[in-house]
């Protein structure tokens, strides 16, 4: 089991940047697949971005494309998320996850982390 601990959220304006980190322990995330998750109140939690084990694979959601971007430093055993142009609808708890395989779903994913609250101002 590895343990996860989101850190670098925040409120911030619209079309500013902030970037979450994402901190492992109790196991290497070197063979995990890392996500990233979001979820607005009242909402299902939704899939962010995803990253694969070496971080030369990436997806990420249509409503993040081209904004957001997903790396990992296995070595320091950390995933990032990248947030540039921030709009309001942004706003939501991000969370990052481990599993085993490449996929948006979040029944497919194991660890989790607390979250990190971010808050875009309009």
């Known amino acids: 089991q590895v343990q996860l601990v989101e850190s670098g959220g925040g409120l911030a304006q619209s079309g500013a940047s902030l970037r979450l980190s994402c901190a492992a322990s109790?196991?290497?995330?070197?063979?995990?697949?890392m996500g990233w998750f979001r979820q607005a109140p009242g909402k299902e939690r939704e899939f962010v971005a995803g990253?694969?084990?070496?971080?030369?694979?990436?997806y990420y959601s249509d409503s993040v494309k081209g904004r957001f971007t997903i790396s990992r430093d296995n070595a320091k055993n950390t995933v990032y998320l990248q947030m540039n142009s921030l709009k309001a609808e942004d706003t939501a708890v991000y969370h990052c996850?481990?599993?085993?395989?490449?996929?948006?779903?979040?029944?497919?994913?194991?660890?989790w982390g607390q979250g990190a609250q971010v808050t875009v101002s309009s």
């Open positions: 109790g196991r290497t995330i070197g063979v995990q697949i």
């Open positions: 996850a481990a599993g085993p395989r490449i996929s948006t779903r979040v029944g497919d994913f194991r660890s």
């Open positions: 990253i694969g084990r070496i971080g030369t694979s990436t």
